[in-house]
Every structure is written in C-alpha cells, then in structure tokens.
C-alpha cells in the first residue's frame, strides 16, 4: 500500500491574476446602470462575491440617492392614492392623499438621514 500523505497534485488550474487595471475595468461595468454583478462576475470567470470584495478594496459604490421626481402643479386635482417610501435604514413612510409638499419634503430628508422623529 502506497503513502499518500507525502505525495504533492498538481492544480487542475492555475490561479488566475487581474491587474488593477481589469479589476478597475470590471468592477465600473457593475456600476452601469441596469448591470448585473452576477452577469459581470460570470463572464470575467470568477465568482460575484469576489468582484463585490474588489468594489469594497476600491472604494466603489453603487450609486445612491433618490430617483428623479416630478411633482404635478397644484391646479390638478389632487389624486386619492397612496405613496408608500422605504428607506435603507428601515424607516418607512406611507403617504395617503393630498399632502403639503414642504412638509413631505422635510419627512423625507428626516428618515433619508435615518431619524424617526
């Protein structure tokens, strides 16, 4: 019977090395809009929680914020729906009918920056 403790196998592949240069070039294609990391991670051949690690040691960041708004004049009628907001942090405001822009806006700015009252 063979000792197969002290036998050394060779790697089926040989790591692969990205040059700051391609982790640069790929970890801007995830933050184009509507890119998906998976996609990205999945033609560059490696796995999206590797690419995700090189956005941390980057500095990159998915950008945040707010989507574009576009409040109607008031000479419309105002509408009966309901707004329903969810914030990173958790927060969430439901708005229901008519409501004073100023102070939705100050509601908003409170809980966008993670206050509750």
Same mark, same amino acid.
């Given at each position: 019977?063979? #000792? ?5 196998? $060779? ?8 040059? @700051?240069? %391609?982790?640069?070039? @790929?970890?801007? !294609?995830?933050? %184009?809009?509507? &890119? ?6 999945? %033609? !560059?051949?490696?796995? $999206? ?10 500095? !990159?960041?998915? $950008?945040?914020g707010f989507a574009p708004v576009r409040i109607a004049p008031e000479s419309l009628p105002a509408a009966t729906g309901t707004i329903e907001i969810e914030f990173v942090a958790g927060a969430r405001m439901r708005i229901s009918?008519?409501? #004073?822009? &100023?102070?939705?806006?100050? &509601?908003?700015?409170? @809980? ?6």
């Open positions: 019977m063979k #000792d197969r403790r002290n036998q050394i196998t $060779p790697s089926a592949r040989k790591r692969r090395r990205f040059s @700051l240069a %391609e982790k640069q070039r @790929l970890v801007a !294609a995830t933050l %184009e809009p509507g &890119a998906s990391v998976a996609a990205v991670a999945r %033609e !560059a051949g490696i796995l $999206p929680t590797q690419l995700y690690g090189w956005r941390l040691r980057l500095g !990159a960041s998915a $950008p945040r009918g008519a409501v #004073d822009v &100023a102070t939705m806006s100050a &509601a908003v700015a409170a @809980l966008a920056q993670g206050r509750r009252r």
